[in-house]
């Protein structure tokens, strides 16, 4: 099992910045790669980035390419959301994701994810 925990949301003023952070524990020598997603009321979760463990590749949405980064910190087990000039329509849950080896992945697909963090709230004012 793998136990993420994220922080670091809040509110934040249209074009600010924010860094979350998303810490695994447990078996995270398991782990393949993470990732980021976003979810409104009612809605599915969207992709927003996602990192390798081993080799660091990273993978983002179109919508916020350019505007967020995600890095890794392998030896504290935590993952990074970078995120500057936030919108008002950024403002939803985050959430981090883990998938481990031995399964197929797909950055995008939040079906290939095998553990979820309960996720941060952003909220950005206009």
């Known amino acids: 099992q793998v136990q993420l925990v994220e922080s670091g949301g809040g509110l934040v003023q249209a074009g600010g910045s924010l860094r979350l952070s998303c810490v695994a524990s447990?078996?995270?020598?398991?782990?393949?790669?993470m990732g980021w997603f976003r979810q409104a009321p009612g809605k599915e979760r969207e992709f927003v980035a996602a990192i390798k463990n081993n080799f660091g590749n990273t993978y983002y949405a179109d919508s916020n390419k350019g505007r967020f980064t995600i890095s890794r910190d392998n030896a504290k087990n935590t993952v990074y959301l970078q995120m500057n000039s936030l919108k008002p329509e950024d403002t939803v849950v985050y959430l981090c994701?883990?998938?481990?080896?031995?399964?197929?992945?797909?950055?995008?697909?939040?079906?290939?994810?095998?553990?979820w963090g309960r996720g941060t709230q952003v909220t950005v004012s206009s």
């Open positions: 994701a883990a998938v481990t080896y031995g399964s197929g992945w797909s950055p995008q697909n939040s079906n290939d994810y095998h553990f």
């Open positions: 447990g078996r995270t020598s398991s782990v393949y790669a």
